[in-house]
């Protein structure tokens, strides 16, 4: 895979930072460019390196086994993690990671030192991490006041809101502008079509960070780095693609990508945010893939339920204008179709429950019961009737959402 | 727990980096206060920080339910990252520690402009530290960035300050070995370790302590390379963890948790050939039989890496073992299966790939005794177990004790 030098070119009210991609292989049909938009005033921070580059495609290189070469300016720090990152994916997932690829590069350079203080974005998408994580920021802005969060950073055409999503982009965008601006920060919304390189190579949840630090490196003069809030605990350090292990190896000399938060459960970090306002306004979890009416929460998928359920347990739910207000029995079903096992939601959930909610031990119980006999069909049944268990239980494939 | 601003003195030829720490409610007795030692000629590089003391002493904090007043500054960088580090050990360590709150006199950076570009390791002569040195050398590593320049050997955590002449014996023979290679080894002495102990586990402990040591030197270093202890397949909740290490970097010293994605079998391949680790490997942590330059050859870390060496038919080549070495004593090996059954089955698999099946009977009985041990220590309840440890390993012959520093 070759990396071309990258380009900034204006383009009416944006500004694209783009880089030609070649690979050997024609037949996998990548886009001939991956680029990243942003609003025309950030021009002057763009960085026309190739750190942004090297972090958004390394995974896709090591699936299809192409070695990378880049044209562009590399940093050393990039390159000597890069060895790191791509052994722990092989050791993760031996079957999509065969092999270490080489990654070359023309030039080896540190960036440029920002002439500034410290500047750092917090990676925004409206979910329960996002909101725990801004709460905790500006929490931190107090007690740590030269740990200088100014950004927000909401990308389009992430795992969560796929390009053809274009008008629940914008709206979304305009109302978490208000919500930033309520809280003195600023919104960068940043738009990039790395998942049409990803869909249908890589699962998405291996592809959850490439976007964001891929799209904040992309504005190397002006961030020193990246907060995102963790997906998982502590406790959880040993499932595959846990970011505790990873996050930190994605920074360059002058670029921190820093995940926090996982040090909370799930079920803390929505009890951490149910009393605050702002989040009982603007919450949205739900991939919503189904259908692009749905601006916020569908409140049926699985992330939905996981949520309302986790409000619900918390006596909560009525607070959250974004979220149906109500749990029935159908919803516990249907939320035990799309349990997650080995997370372990469903354990905080039911421990609460039954310290302070007895009366949702037994539908709760109901929904575990229902989770588990799915999980046990689909793992070990034989392939073929396990695969049409999950194609009744599962979402349809979102990889065809962003080829 | 307050720390106090803290002074960098000189006596005798080294330049000590030194901090008074007050604990509000602490029974038993402990140090006045918490220091580095390194030779004069490092004095340029020694931090007047508070960095190094915040990251050593937080795991002693959370242990004794005391918040952290720092009185001198604090990168905002580690503020951040002292947070999560505590919040990863609060989730592991339920009932040994506390999360506390950690208050600094201000949060100032380290200035760029006072910071050098050197790549250093923690070095104690062993197998993890021996492979992530290596690996480090200009003949694996083609960055300069991250060619390590200074190998920190400490005195004070596996070996007792008042161990004076096996310290010197080792240090003398690091220098020697590691010098042609182009490392300078950085002797450095320290107390932390008689803050811990009594009170801490110090496999919980040394985490912050191995980071603060780098730290201490915060003007000499760029990345601090720690070596790993476990593979990916091996992590267990400990002090010093690659979901923790990097916590503990500022905005111009960096950590890396080095040797993770490498089993223990490939570690000791990778070094079998290299001949600085043949004179000096270090491996022994039986204080009472270990000697100069020798490892005692009989306990669990002595047999285990003797019997990795023979697999890969190297052992002859080290200095530091007893020799001759035998299929009988390989059946005396009684693995340590706290990370899960790892180790041996890694070194059996390595045997049958390379065709070695002489090895593979022995291994098998090791295999055998180390579950046999495991499945004892599961079923020893835990009072049980620590109270047996406390009446074998009494705090009062704890080589880190603080009154063998008197």
């Known amino acids: ?403 | 727990m307050i720390i106090h601003k803290p002074e960098v003195i000189f006596k005798d030829d080294k330049v000590i980096l030194s901090a008074r720490v007050e604990f509000e409610k602490l029974q038993i007795q402990k140090p006045e206060s918490a220091w580095f030692s390194f030779p004069e000629k490092y004095a340029p590089f020694v931090s007047d920080r508070g960095d190094a003391f915040a990251a050593s002493m937080l795991p002693i904090a959370m242990a004794v339910n005391e918040g952290i007043q720092m009185e001198s500054p604090l990168s905002p960088l580690l503020a951040c990252g002292l947070g999560e580090y505590q919040s990863a050990l609060k989730n592991w360590f339920p009932d040994e520690l506390h999360v506390v709150p950690i208050n600094a006199a201000a949060y100032e950076h380290v200035p760029e402009s006072l910071a050098d570009k050197s790549c250093a390791a923690l070095f104690s002569g062993g197998v993890d530290s021996s492979f992530t040195m290596r690996m480090h050398l200009p003949e694996y590593q083609p960055l300069s960035d991250f060619q390590v320049q200074y190998g920190i050997f400490v005195q004070g955590f596996d070996i007792a300050l008042q161990d004076q002449k096996f310290y010197d014996a080792y240090l003398q023979a690091f220098s020697n070995q590691l010098a042609p290679k182009g490392v300078r080894i950085v002797p450095c002495r320290t107390n932390l370790h008689y803050f811990s102990s009594g009170l801490l586990n110090w496999g919980i402990a040394h985490g912050g302590m191995l980071a603060g040591v780098g730290l201490a030197l915060d003007k000499l270093i760029r990345y601090f390379l720690i070596p790993s202890s476990y593979s990916l397949e091996e992590l267990i909740p400990w002090g010093s963890t690659p979901m923790t290490d990097h916590w503990l970097s500022t905005e111009t010293f960096k950590v890396i948790h080095h040797g993770v994605t490498f089993s223990r079998i490939e570690k000791v391949e990778a070094i079998a050939d290299w001949e600085p680790a043949q004179h000096i490997l270090r491996v022994c942590i039986n204080e009472k039989e270990r000697r100069e330059m020798q490892n005692c050859s009989h306990c669990e870390k002595c047999l285990r890496t003797m019997t990795m060496l023979e697999v890969c038919q190297a052992l002859g080549r080290f200095h530091t073992f007893q020799a001759p070495f035998s299929w009988a004593q390989i059946m005396r090996w009684t693995p340590n299966y706290d990370a899960g059954e790892v180790w041996l089955p890694q070194v059996l698999e390595y045997a049958r790939s390379k065709g070695r099946k002489k090895y593979i009977f022995p291994l098998y009985i090791a295999h055998l005794r180390g579950r046999a041990m495991r499945i004892i220590r599961r079923l020893t309840p835990r009072p049980l177990f620590l109270q047996l440890k406390r009446k074998l390993f009494p705090y009062e012959s704890n080589s880190f004790n603080p009154k063998y520093l008197e």
């Not at chain 1, 809101?161 to 940043?190: S, W």
């Not at chain 1, 049409?196 to 504005?219: C, D, E, M, T, Y």
């Open chain 1, 1 to 403: 895979m070759l990396i071309h030098q990258p380009q900034i070119i204006h383009h009416g009210q944006e500004v694209i930072l783009q880089a030609r991609i070649e690979t050997r292989d024609l037949s996998l049909k990548l886009p001939e460019f991956l680029w990243f938009k942003y609003p025309e005033r950030y021009q002057q921070y763009l960085s026309d390196r190739s750190d942004a580059f090297l972090w958004a495609l390394i995974l896709i290189g090591q699936s299809i086994g192409d070695d990378i070469e880049c044209l562009g300016e590399v940093s050393p720090r990039t390159l000597y993690s890069l060895d790191e990152y791509q052994k722990i994916y092989m050791c993760w997932y031996p079957d999509i990671f065969r092999r270490q690829i080489t990654v070359r590069a023309r030039r080896i350079s540190h960036p440029k030192p920002l002439t500034t203080e410290s500047r750092y974005a917090l990676a925004f998408s409206g979910g329960v991490d996002s909101f725990f994580m801004l709460q905790n920021a500006l929490q931190m802005r107090k007690t740590n006041p030269d740990f200088h969060l100014q950004y927000g950073l909401f990308v389009h055409g992430s795992a969560d809101i796929p390009l053809r999503f274009a008008d629940k982009y914008d709206a979304l965008r305009q109302e978490y502008k208000l919500l930033f601006d309520e809280l003195g920060l600023e919104l960068i919304p940043v738009s990039t079509n790395i998942m049409q390189f990803g869909a249908h190579r890589i699962l998405l949840k291996q592809f959850l960070n490439a976007p964001l630090v891929a799209s904040a490196l992309g504005l190397g003069s002006l961030l020193s780095g990246l907060l995102f809030g963790s997906g998982e605990t502590f406790t959880q350090f040993h499932l595959p693609g846990n970011g505790m292990l990873i996050s930190h190896l994605q920074s360059t000399e002058t670029f921190e990508n820093i995940e926090l938060g996982s040090g909370y459960t799930r079920l803390e970090r929505i009890k951490a945010i149910a009393n605050w306002e702002l989040a009982q306004r603007h919450l949205r979890v739900c991939f919503g893939f189904t259908s692009e009416s749905v601006v916020r929460n569908c409140s049926e998928c699985g992330k939905c339920l996981r949520t309302r359920m986790a409000l619900h347990t918390l006596g909560k739910l009525e607070k959250f204008s974004t979220l149906r207000p109500f749990i029935r029995l159908r919803d516990y079903v249907l939320w035990g179709r799309w349990l997650e096992v080995g997370w372990g939601y469903e354990i905080d959930a039911l421990e609460y429950a039954w310290r302070h909610k007895k009366a949702m031990v037994l539908p709760l119980m109901l929904g575990i019961t229902i989770g588990y006999v799915r999980y046990i069909l689909r793992r070990y049944l034989p392939g073929w009737i396990s695969k049409k268990i999950i194609s009744v239980t599962t979402p349809t494939n979102v990889h065809d959402l962003f080829a």
